[in-house]
């Protein structure tokens, strides 16, 4: 199984930028499709981003579309997430997960701690 450690989170003001990173160990990461979730407080667990095992396909939710970027980085074992133009709403503990190529939490076996993000109005 793979572990995955979350960083880069914090607080930035509304409309700044914060980039999140996944580094993964154990087994490489290049077997897996990748993914980003949020849980935001009293909130469910929701999906953000999948990007599949070579990079060539990415899939968001429709609330991050044109300010999100899912990338990777086989080499280094790493995902991450560029975050642009932010939002309160965006606030909430940003989790990565290693699966499928899905936007479903069920199909993504291994899971990171998560980092908070917080942005502030």
């Known amino acids: 199984q793979v572990q995955l450690v979350e960083s880069g989170g914090g607080l930035v003001q509304a409309g700044g930028s914060l980039r999140l990173s996944c580094a993964a160990s154990g087994r490489t990461l290049s077997r897996h499709a990748m993914g980003w979730f949020r849980q935001a407080p009293g909130k469910e667990r929701e999906f953000v981003a999948t990007?599949?095992?070579?990079?060539?396909?990415?899939y968001y939710t429709d609330s991050v579309k044109g300010r999100f970027t899912i990338s990777r980085d086989n080499a280094k074992n790493t995902v991450y997430l560029q975050m642009n133009s932010l939002k309160p709403e965006d606030t909430a503990v940003y989790y990565c997960?290693?699966?499928?190529?899905?936007?479903?939490?069920?199909?993504?076996?291994?899971w990171g701690q998560g980092t908070q993000v917080t942005v502030s109005s």
């Open positions: 990007i599949s095992w070579s990079g060539g396909m990415t």
């Open positions: 997960a290693a699966g499928s190529y899905s936007y479903s939490s069920a199909d993504f076996r291994s």
